[in-house]
């Protein structure tokens, strides 16, 4: 006699996770499963960077439990990683417990800022436009799907509530720089992203759908800037132009970001614009 089909839990609607199938939550430690059987991948390694990245401003401080749920990787893993960086001095568990990052880890973030030509070359430029027009200046590249800041200035009066220093990280739809560096993306690479891209309101004004991010960027393209108008937060407004790299490639992009009440779009663009490309093109001509 058959087995009577088992009925299906149901669902309350006060508590949907109860009864329904959690959903699957991608971890950090998943994308390392595309690098099985590379003999030259080095697991350990990545497992380290995965545990070094998952500290955040947000949560400085964290438990091996914490990590291995916020990483994907093992207590295990996470354990032997720690100790390893404990004994490098990279971090550090005061109560035994709960991880930091220690100050030596700034030497890494310092190597790649000495080293960059870019980074090197951009900071003076931004320090020179900050003393002359009052206003913050940035250089940044695209990391994955997030512009990451190599140089930045800033002016104490001017600060908005985005806490934004060199190694910043933002995401690129909804952002000035970040809409100028995916503008000039490959075809293929462009639509890539589009087809990955979380598109999450962080305000009313965000673009959110993906026509209308492409639209936007071929507006960037045929302007040659990107100007996002509140889009990351209430109250902000940025404008960003590209650098191009000898060989004709979009390597970064500079940025003017102000106070949107202060900035109306129209003096951003007839003060603001011809200064931002003058610095783009000085900054070009330093990657020769």
């Known amino acids: 006699m058959p087995l009577s089909p088992r009925p299906a839990t149901p669902v309350d609607p006060a508590n949907p996770a109860e009864g329904a199938e959690a959903p699957v939550r991608t971890t950090p430690a998943a994308s390392l499963e595309i690098y099985q059987g590379d ?13 070094i990245q998952a500290f955040t401003q947000q949560s ?26 404990t004994k490098l001095g990279f971090a550090g568990a005061e109560d035994g417990q709960r991880y930091a990052l220690r100050p030596r880890m700034l030497t890494l973030s310092q190597t790649y800022t000495t080293s960059s030509s870019l ?6 430029i931004l320090e020179r436009m900050s003393q002359m027009y ?30 934004l220093h060199i190694g910043s990280r933002l995401p690129a739809y909804c952002t000035s720089m970040g809409r100028v560096l995916l503008a000039y993306l490959p075809p ?9 891209a979380e598109l999450t309101p962080h305000t009313t004004r965000t673009i959110t759908s993906v026509e209308k991010l ?22 902000l407004r940025s404008l960003a132009v590209p650098v191009y790299a000898p060989n004709g490639k979009v390597v970064a992009t500079v940025n003017l970001s102000g106070n949107a ?28």
Do not use: W
């Open 39 to 51: 003999p030259n991948f080095m697991t350990s390694l990545a497992r380290g960077l995965m545990v």
């Open 60 to 85: 400085p401080q964290m438990t091996i439990s914490q990590l291995s749920i916020k990483t994907g990787l093992s207590r295990a893993a996470v354990r032997r990683c720690l100790y390893t960086l």
């Open 119 to 124: 980074s090197q070359s951009a900071q003076p």
């Open 134 to 163: 009052r206003e913050s200046f940035s250089v940044a590249t695209l990391d994955g799907d997030e512009i990451v800041y190599i140089a930045r200035t800033t002016v104490p009066s001017r600060v908005m509530a985005v806490d």
């Open 188 to 196: 293929e690479q462009l639509e890539a992203y589009l087809g990955r």
């Open 214 to 235: 492409r639209l936007a960027l071929r507006n960037v393209r045929r302007l040659g800037y990107a100007l996002v108008d509140q889009e990351l937060e209430v109250g």
């Open 261 to 288: 009440p202060r900035m109306p779009v129209f003096d951003m663009q007839t003060r603001f614009l011809g200064p931002l490309r003058n610095a783009a093109v000085e900054l070009g001509a330093h990657l020769r």
